[in-house]
Each structure stands twice: as structure tokens, then as C-alpha cells.
């Protein structure tokens, strides 16, 4: 009964040995180039339906102001595309035309 138990033992000191060493095998040490995850830069191009989703608008509205030339896109080969800046300056026009509005509108 002894010699089973020692024979468990070592067994069990093996595989938890192996383990360690495989599991550092696997983490690269700084030298390596270990890094952080960051999050990814922020696309400068969106297609429509994330431009649509970026503006939380459908489609349809966004094609819409689209054809108005009330924001900019560009073409990529067939590939219509809009850019960040195209989406940021639209949305501070709306807000400039709303504060601009509500200057213009008599206290009630």
C-alpha cells in the first residue's frame, strides 16, 4: 500500500511540474515584447451601416443626407466610405444650429 501511495506521489509531482514549466513556457517575458492590450485606434474611414450605427440613424436617413451633401464621403474603388471627420463635423453643426436655435427662440 506504501509503494502505490509513493508511486501517486511522484506521479502527481510530475504532471504538476510539467504543467508549471509548460505554462511558463508560454508567457513571453518582457524582453520578448511582452505587452498590454489596448484598445484599437479608431477606424478614419466608416462604411454606411456603421456610419449609420456611429449616428444611431438608419440608412435610408443616412443616404439621405448623403445625396443633400450634408456630410462627406469619399469612394474607394466602388467603395463609397465616410470619413470620421466627416461624421464629427456633422454632428457639431447640428449642435451649433440647435444652440443657435435656441438663442433665437423667446424665453416662455
Not at 508511486?7 to 508549471?20: E, G, I, K, S
Not at 451633401?69 to 474603388?77: A, L, T, Y
Request: proline share 8%; hydrophobic share 30%.
Amino acid at each position: 500500500m506504501e509503494g502505490i501511495r509513493i508511486l501517486l506521489t511522484n506521479y502527481v509531482h510530475r504532471l504538476t511540474a510539467d504543467v508549471r514549466r509548460s505554462s511558463l513556457d508560454s508567457v513571453p517575458s518582457r524582453k520578448e515584447g511582452y505587452t498590454t492590450k489596448t484598445a484599437p485606434p479608431p477606424p478614419l474611414l466608416y462604411t454606411i451601416p456603421e456610419a449609420a450605427t456611429a449616428l444611431r440613424i438608419s440608412r435610408t436617413k443616412l443616404y439621405e443626407l448623403l445625396s443633400k451633401n450634408e456630410i462627406q464621403s469619399v469612394h474607394i474603388g466602388r467603395s463609397r466610405k465616410i470619413p470620421a471627420s466627416a461624421l464629427r463635423s456633422y454632428v457639431h453643426r447640428l449642435q451649433a444650429e440647435q444652440e443657435e436655435g435656441d438663442r433665437n427662440d423667446p424665453p416662455r
